[in-house]
Nanobody, 113 residues
Framework: VQLQASGGGLVQAGGSLRLSCATSGVILSQSIVGWYRRAPGKDREVVARMNPNDITTYGDDVKGRFTISRDDAKSAIYLQMNNLKPQDTAVYYC????????WGQGTLVTVSS
């Protein structure tokens, strides 16, 4: 199983970014998929998750601003991030849980004020 995250970058506060996670070797429709982040000096935290029934959950800090989605045909996971804030600055990791847990390598998002 391989996960490759991309789409991070530098954006001004209020801007948007879309993260992508290309996967292989796993059937996303049978998995719990998610995005996590680790900000400087902080523990890793969950950003968003989606279960096989398309039920989504979000961290309190991103509710209403971020949207997780999944494209089973492309074996990809996405995170649309709108109205970004400086406190969203972190390394973002995609995650797949199916019998075992798998992680992408992380993509850095920096939000300037």
């Amino acid at each position: 199983v391989q996960l490759q995250a991309s789409g991070g970058g530098l954006v001004q506060a209020g801007g948007s970014l879309r993260l992508s996670c290309a996967t292989s070797g796993v059937i996303l429709s049978q998995s719990i998929v998610g995005w996590y982040r680790r900000a400087p000096g902080k523990d890793r935290e969950v950003v968003a998750r989606m279960n096989p029934n398309d039920i989504t959950t979000y961290g309190d800090d991103v509710k209403g601003r971020f949207t997780i989605s999944r494209d089973d045909a492309k074996s990809a996971i996405y995170l649309q991030m709108n109205n970004l804030k400086p406190q969203d600055t972190a390394v973002y990791y995609c995650n797949v849980l199916h019998l075992m847990e798998f992680w992408g390598q992380g993509t850095l998002v920096t939000v300037s004020s």
